[in-house]
């Protein structure tokens, strides 16, 4: 993807289905864009669904720098009807599936599954269907593997699939969250607290996962990566008492070598949006990182 902290910690392979999940106003868009100008994908398929309608020009302008060389984007506003919405986005799964059957490796990335899931509750209660978990009906469940259930690998090329879940008040137990969850391959999930901090992109590495891991990186890699988590637990479990002055120096050794490590990380985790990287320079780096 380009991005340090994904690539090192939440390493994702070919035809991998990951969810972004953030509350509104977190940094999702800039973190797509991101991803977008970073990857390596031969066609890059973007589905802007149920979105205001400035966000559309400025997501290309500013976060794609109008570069649209080798990307389709597939906008259905969030003035458009319901079924729009709906069709945008299988409209943008059938069209990364062509460029798949081709032969290409194609990264699709959807913006956002909660206003696609919106859209068929609209269609769904119309239509008298009873609403059973906060106003959703049965069919939006049914719906969401059938549209992230396409994605993924076949013996012509792969689709390598982004979809951003918004969390209703950073809810990360909302319906449609939970449901994603349980069918996407990898989590990321970007926090307010973060944001707050100044920290880009706020990615907290403690809650986010990538269930294939283990399997496309190397055992040295995935060692780091235990060994960085850990850091990055002790530190957390911890601040609090480092910051009323509890905790002095050379109660704990493990502790005192994760806090002198601390801002190493920071450096490493946090990257500008016009920063780009390859995977051997990031793997390069988090060595460096983890070879204390």
């Known amino acids: 993807t380009g991005v340090k902290s994904i690539d090192a910690m ?6 991998q289905k990951v969810g972004i999940f953030a509350g509104s106003g977190v940094g999702k868009s800039t973190l797509m864009g991101m991803i977008v100008q970073g990857c390596e ?16 020009p400025e997501f290309i302008h500013y976060n794609l720098e ?9 906008a259905a506003t969030s003035d458009e009807s319901a ?6 986005a299988f409209t943008a799964m059938a069209i990364a599936e062509f460029f798949r059957d081709k032969g290409h490796d194609v990264l699709l990335m959807m913006d956002s599954v909660t206003r696609f899931a919106m859209a068929q509750r609209e269609i769904g209660l119309s239509t008298g269907e009873p609403p059973v978990s906060r106003g959703y009906p049965p069919s939006v469940f049914a719906l969401l593997p059938q549209l992230m259930e396409r994605a993924g690998n076949n013996k012509k090329g792969s689709i390598t699939a982004f979809f951003t879940v918004l969390v209703d008040g950073d809810d990360m137990n909302d319906p449609i969250a939970d449901q994603s969850r349980s069918i996407l391959d990898g989590h990321i999930v ?7 901090q100044g920290f880009y992109p706020p990615i907290d590495l403690l809650k986010s996962a990538s269930r294939v891991m283990d399997k496309v990186v190397n055992k040295e890699h995935y060692n780091g990566f235990l060994k960085l988590k850990r850091v990055l637990s002790l530190i957390k479990e911890n601040e609090v008492l480092v910051r009323v002055g509890a905790y002095k ?6 502790l005192d070598k994760a806090l002198a490590s601390k801002e190493k990380i920071r450096e490493f985790l946090t990257q500008g949006t016009q920063e780009k990287y390859d995977f051997e320079k990031i793997v390069s780096l988090f060595k460096e990182v983890t070879s204390d």
Do not use: C, F, H, P
């Not at 970007?190 to 707050?196: A, P």
């Open 190 to 196: 970007l926090t307010r607290e973060l944001t707050e």
């Open 41 to 56: 994908a031969q066609i890059k398929v973007v589905a802007l669904i149920g979105e205001r309608g400035r966000e559309i």
């Open 83 to 88: 079924l729009m919405r709906k069709y945008g």
């Open 10 to 15: 939440l390493t994702s392979g070919k035809g």
């Open 66 to 74: 109008d570069n649209l060389e080798n990307t389709i984007i597939v």
């Open 249 to 254: 120096s050379g109660m704990d050794k493990e």
